[in-house]
């Protein structure tokens, strides 16, 4: 499932040190909340809102701070109402680009994103115009130190899911959309310690770069959607070489 590299490993690795490490309980909050709204406040019965609450508490959010969020998705208490958008465009390159966005003003929000693409030479493009070279995956990460890929990989296919490959000191585990939910309480169940689990967008192809003033071009319009505060995630189907990272970072 090599379609996953590079970009969200990349954030992945290194969240905790750059600015969307601060803003990850704000957009963590939003999914919750956006979830008990179209679901209800019973996670039992809402899988999006049971996937939510997982991912808060793997990045030990306090249970007030849950329980808040999911009062004001079922009204419960008084919260803002946000709208789910995808936006879709080119990066630097043609490379592809989608950009999940939650947000009460989308006149703001959409300006905001059309800047970011304009800025790095890049462009906002139509619905759909590159939603097609995407799939929805669960990934799921679990630290190498803690497991061996065959244990893993047992484990992993007896739950359900698609494919164990080793990335850096981790593994990643692909699962279909549907059996995310399953795939991850599953592993739980067995004791294997993850790291960090959600849905992605995986691209079906990837587009190597290799020219360090586009791939810099890229990395820049990538952080800089990343920081918008009304954005949730951010994939793109480019494959920047790991040398060349080492290098930009």
């Not at 979830?35 to 019973?42: E, I, K, T, W």
């Not at 989308?106 to 970011?116: D, G, K, L, P, Y």
């Not at 310690?193 to 586009?214: C, D, G, H, R, Y």
């Not at 071009?217 to 918008?228: F, K, P, S, V």
Request: net charge negative; with cysteine; hydrophobic share 35%.
């Amino acid at each position: 499932m090599s379609g996953h590299s590079k970009w969200a490993n990349i954030k992945h690795k290194k969240g905790a040190t750059d600015a969307r490490r601060g803003k990850i309980f704000t957009r963590l909050i939003k999914e919750i909340t956006v979830a008990a709204r179209m679901g209800g406040g019973d996670p039992d019965g809402n899988p999006r809102l049971r996937s939510a609450i997982a991912g808060a508490r793997s990045e030990n959010m306090p249970k007030d701070n849950i329980t808040r969020a999911i009062k004001k998705g079922t009204g419960e208490l008084e919260g803002e109402v946000y709208d789910e958008i995808l936006y879709e465009g080119y990066g630097p390159g043609g490379i592809a680009v989608l950009v999940e966005c939650m947000t009460d003003n989308r006149n703001r929000t959409v300006a905001e994103i059309r800047h970011a693409f304009a800025k790095s030479n890049g462009n906002l493009g139509e619905s759909g115009c590159v939603a097609y070279m995407f799939d929805k995956k669960g990934v799921i990460y679990v630290d190498q130190s803690t497991t061996t890929e065959e244990k893993l990989m047992d484990l992993a296919i007896e739950a359900g899911a698609d494919d164990v490959e080793e990335d850096g000191d981790q593994f990643q585990v692909m699962t279909a959309a549907d059996d995310f939910d399953e795939v991850r309480e599953g592993l739980e169940k067995a004791g294997v310690n993850i790291a960090e689990a959600s849905l992605s967008m995986v691209p079906q192809n990837t587009i190597a770069v290799t020219e360090e003033k586009q791939a810099k071009a890229l990395i820049r319009l990538l952080q800089t959607l990343e920081e918008n505060e009304d954005v949730q995630n951010v994939h793109a189907n480019c494959d920047i070489d790991d040398k060349l990272m080492e290098e930009l970072a």
